[in-house]
């Protein structure tokens, strides 16, 4: 079975631009989660789908950042435009049953802002 | 904060001793995970401790969880240099929150 694969594994970009993340969580999981790192700090939690809906957007930095769960199977997070405090790794995990059960994470998709 | 913060920052060992990780936490929970990363890669799940358990062990790992002092512990036995990672605590509330992380060298 195919984990959560993300996409790009990294990129880099100017501050200003827009970049578009992608997360893939495992077939049949209804909760997908997308995370940050930014540098040197904790990993924090952005927001929490299900299906297609979103649960929890409380960690959302600003308004920036736009996340997308059309049909309910992939996301996408969207940062538009960029700013140099965006760099960090941007981690999906997706789960089954809930919040509260084992997340499966992807291997983070690592934005740069120059 | 209710981010969970781990004890130490960092450690190193030789392979074969055992490694000992702590953390604490500020909120009510419903559980308490611990995770893996190894440099440049994904979050690997470890361990999930529910707020009425008081201990787990899967392998060479074992959890303690004691609610009352709000703390966590995660002891790693017989330690080999693969066990060289990050390792993570995470309260779950309804949404994980992370710790800072321990930095574990194993040396062979």
């Known amino acids: 079975e195919a984990g959560v694969t993300q996409f790009p594994s990294h990129s880099v970009i100017e501050k200003g631009q827009t970049v578009t993340l992608r997360c893939d969580p495992i077939s049949g999981h209804d909760n997908l989660y997308w995370y940050r790192r930014v540098m040197g700090k904790e990993i924090k939690f952005l927001l929490h789908?299900?299906?297609?809906?979103?649960?929890?957007e409380s960690g959302m930095p600003n308004n920036r950042f736009l996340a997308e769960r059309t049909g309910g199977t992939y996301s996408t997070l969207k940062v538009q435009p960029a700013e140099l405090e965006d760099s960090g790794v941007y981690f999906c995990?997706?789960?089954?049953?809930?919040?509260?059960?084992?997340?499966?994470f992807g291997p983070g998709t690592r934005l740069t802002v120059l | 904060s209710q981010q969970g913060e781990e004890d130490p920052q960092a450690l190193s060992i030789q392979e074969g001793e055992n490694a000992t990780m702590n953390c604490s936490y500020k909120t009510s929970i419903n559980n308490l995970q611990w995770y893996r990363q190894n440099s440049g890669r994904g979050l690997v799940h470890l361990i999930l401790?529910?707020?009425?358990?008081r201990e787990k062990h899967s392998g060479r790992l074992r959890v303690t969880l004691d609610t009352s002092k709000k703390s966590s512990s995660l002891l790693i036995t017989a330690s080999r240099a693969a066990d060289t990672a990050s390792y993570f605590c995470a309260i779950n509330t309804d949404k994980l929150i992370f710790g800072t992380g321990t930095r574990l060298q194993v040396f062979p």
């Open positions: 995990a997706s789960s089954q049953t809930g919040a509260h059960d084992e997340q499966f």
């Open positions: 401790i529910r707020s009425n358990e």
């Open positions: 789908f299900v299906k297609e809906s979103k649960q929890d």
